[in-house]
């Protein structure tokens, strides 16, 4: 059976500071990340023994711990690469980040207004959650998501781009309960060349939910 493995982060732990600490790099990283890939395995495998045996007490837990798993191991995995050390600014009109900027300003009206909404969807999740750039293929238009946990109050079929971490163990070994300090702090190490990328691949993409007969 296939198995989900944690990625290697693209730069040392010290790569985000002062932004993030290499402590909470290293934990967020090594234990917190580590965790949902374990957990995302350990389900699957308990699914396939409910196959074998045809036991299906267990099965709506079991399918919550996958979503919840295997979706705090993807937004991790997006979330490594959505930061650089060389990050931050604005998207500007340079090669395919250029598309990126332009489809900020059709869909939220200026940069500044993007900035503030996934800002503030961010900061006030309640518990933990994620504030999330998501583009949805049924409109063709980017959306902010404010994310519960990992998986819920999501629309089917939007694509993340980029990801605030918005529970506590992303920041407050540093930020304490200042949430809002570290959202703002997030701006400067945004790599948005692999947002871009992430654009560019999720429009390749067409829509395929609507397909007619």
């Given at each position: 059976?296939?198995?989900?493995?944690?990625?290697?982060?693209?730069?040392d732990?010290?790569?985000l500071?002062p932004?993030i600490?290499?402590?909470i790099?290293?934990?967020?990283h090594?234990?917190?990340?580590?965790?949902?890939?374990?957990?995302a395995?350990?389900?699957?495998?308990?699914?396939?023994e409910?196959?074998?045996?045809?036991?299906?007490?267990a099965?709506?837990g079991?399918e919550?711990?996958l979503?919840f798993?295997?979706?705090g191991?993807?937004?991790?995995s997006?979330?490594w690469t959505?930061m650089?050390g060389d990050?931050?600014?604005?998207?500007?009109?340079?090669?395919r980040v250029g598309?990126?900027?332009?489809a900020i300003?059709?869909?939220f009206?200026?940069?500044?207004?993007?900035k503030?909404?996934?800002s503030r969807?961010?900061?006030t999740?309640?518990?933990?959650?994620?504030?999330?750039?998501?583009?949805?293929p049924l409109?063709?238009?980017?959306?902010v998501?404010?994310?519960?946990d990992?998986q819920?109050?999501v629309g089917?079929g939007?694509?993340?781009?980029?990801?605030?971490?918005?529970?506590?163990?992303?920041f407050?070994?540093?930020?304490?309960?200042?949430?809002?300090?570290?959202v703002?702090?997030m701006?400067?190490?945004?790599?948005?060349?692999?947002v871009?990328?992430?654009?560019?691949?999720?429009?390749s993409?067409?829509?395929?939910?609507l397909l007619a007969?």
């Amino acid at each position: 059976m296939p198995v989900y493995t944690l990625p290697d982060l693209p730069y040392d732990y010290a790569a985000l500071a002062p932004v993030i600490s290499p402590e909470i790099i290293e934990l967020h990283h090594d234990k917190h990340h580590a965790a949902y890939v374990k957990g995302a395995n350990d389900t699957l495998e308990q699914l396939a023994e409910a196959r074998d045996k045809e036991q299906w007490g267990a099965i709506n837990g079991l399918e919550k711990d996958l979503a919840f798993h295997l979706s705090g191991h993807i937004l991790h995995s997006i979330y490594w690469t959505n930061m650089s050390g060389d990050g931050g600014g604005e998207p500007d009109e340079k090669d395919r980040v250029g598309e990126l900027a332009e489809a900020i300003r059709e869909s939220f009206g200026s940069f500044a207004a993007f900035k503030a909404q996934l800002s503030r969807a961010a900061a006030t999740t309640q518990g933990s959650g994620w504030g999330v750039l998501a583009y949805e293929p049924l409109s063709g238009r980017l959306i902010v998501e404010q994310v519960y946990d990992h998986q819920g109050n999501v629309g089917q079929g939007s694509t993340p781009i980029l990801v605030f971490d918005a529970w506590e163990h992303a920041f407050y070994l540093q930020y304490r309960n200042q949430k809002a300090d570290f959202v703002e702090a997030m701006w400067q190490v945004v790599n948005w060349q692999d947002v871009a990328r992430r654009y560019e691949d999720a429009t390749s993409r067409g829509n395929a939910l609507l397909l007619a007969p």
